[in-house]
């Protein structure tokens, strides 16, 4: 069964250092996105991306944060300058094209900021 | 905008037991989409039912099974026959069938099976 991947799976760096977090959606999907999970947290979402383009984003995605699709199967997430409050979880996700359908999470990154 | 709600940060089952987790949710629309998500120790959000509001059957899938209310806003997740391989957090999230990119969660019920 298709899946949803991503590395790496633990990301250690200094604060003010860029990071980049590498998603593969599973391959016929049109949708994805990505969401952060701080320990203990409830899971929010970021960025959802189509087409090329960012569909839509929420307020935690600031200028710090970039995505992009460099290739036909990467998805990336990138910080620029990482604070210690971008410590989290982060979950790709992707789903196909029509309303209805399910969004479909990878295994987490987990980034630690020090 | 919407609210999810999960008013039970634990919940404990015998092996072989039935459980049941609670969630209401908050919206204005009459379109939209529920789904429960499995997050084992591993930390990998898992698919473990959806429901469209659209449909009044309940959703099932093997041991799970929704009792989906909308007038009350409720969308409880009942798991049959626990076994020790369903301990995990599952949260509850809600997606509009409009602005279909966000889904929101709920703050997550940790499950607790025991032999």
């Known amino acids: 069964e298709p899946e949803v991947t991503q590395t790496p799976s633990h990301q250690v760096t200094q604060m003010g250092q860029e990071v980049i977090l590498r998603c593969v959606p599973i391959s016929n999907h049109l949708y994805f996105y990505w969401y952060r999970q701080i320990l203990g947290q409830k899971v929010e979402f970021l960025v959802s991306?189509?087409?090329?383009?960012?569909?839509?984003k929420s307020e935690i995605f600031d200028d710090q944060f970039s995505v992009e699709r460099p290739d036909g199967s990467n998805f990336t997430l990138k910080i620029r300058s990482t604070k210690l409050e971008d410590s989290a979880m982060y979950f790709c996700?992707?789903?196909?094209?029509?309303?209805?359908?399910?969004?479909?999470f990878g295994p987490g990154t987990r980034l630690t900021v020090l | 905008a919407q609210t999810v709600t999960q008013s039970q940060p634990e919940m404990s089952v015998q092996e072989a037991e039935t459980v049941t987790l609670s969630c209401t949710y908050d919206t204005s629309e009459s379109d939209y989409y529920l789904f429960w998500y499995k997050q084992p120790p591993s930390r990998q959000m898992i698919l473990v039912i959806r429901?469209?509001?659209?449909?009044?059957q309940n959703a099932t899938e093997n041991r799970f099974s929704v009792n989906f209310q909308k007038a009350a806003k409720s969308f409880s997740l009942k798991i049959s026959d626990s076994q020790l391989g369903d301990a995990a957090m599952y949260f509850c999230?809600?997606?509009?069938?409009?602005?279909?990119?966000?889904?929101?969660f709920g703050k997550g019920t940790m499950l607790l099976v025991s032999p």
């Open positions: 996700a992707s789903s196909g094209g029509a309303v209805s359908d399910t969004q479909y």
């Open positions: 429901q469209e509001a659209y449909k009044q």
């Open positions: 999230a809600y997606r509009s069938a409009e602005r279909y990119s966000t889904l929101t």
């Open positions: 991306f189509y087409n090329n383009e960012i569909s839509e």
